[in-house]
């Protein structure tokens, strides 16, 4: 079984900063790529970013130059770096990874049960 756990959402005011982390457990044998989305109230969930294993990211264009991922495969940890955050960015954060259990099968996605994170004006 593959766990996934988001860390380190809360409230923050509107210019502040916020990092996540999402940290894979369970039993697997590889991990591919990693990304974090988000769904505020009433709306779909949105790509946030994506990362490879090799570290080759991918962000949403309205959120380039806020917003980091990053991720440490020794640890199986991925983390998003927010800056100079703005209510509109309030929304549940959820950590996806393709994961692969054995050798023989195939990659499968998992996801996270979700982080709150809120910005106040």
């Known amino acids: 079984q593959v766990r996934l756990v988001e860390s380190g959402g809360g409230l923050i005011q509107s210019g502040g900063s916020l990092s996540l982390s999402c940290a894979a457990s369970g039993n697997f044998f590889s991990i591919a790529h990693m990304g974090w989305y988000r769904q505020a109230p009433g709306k779909q969930r949105d790509l946030v970013a994506t990362i490879t294993s090799a570290g080759s990211t991918n962000y949403a264009d309205s959120l380039k130059g806020r917003f980091t991922i990053s991720r440490d495969n020794a640890k199986n940890t991925m983390y998003l770096q927010m800056t100079s955050l703005k209510p509109e960015d309030t929304a549940v954060y959820y950590c996806?990874?393709?994961?692969?259990?054995?050798?023989?099968?195939?990659?499968?996605?998992?996801w996270g049960q979700g982080t709150q994170v809120t910005v106040s004006s």
């Open positions: 996806n990874a393709f994961v692969r259990t054995r050798p023989s099968q195939t990659f499968a996605t998992y």
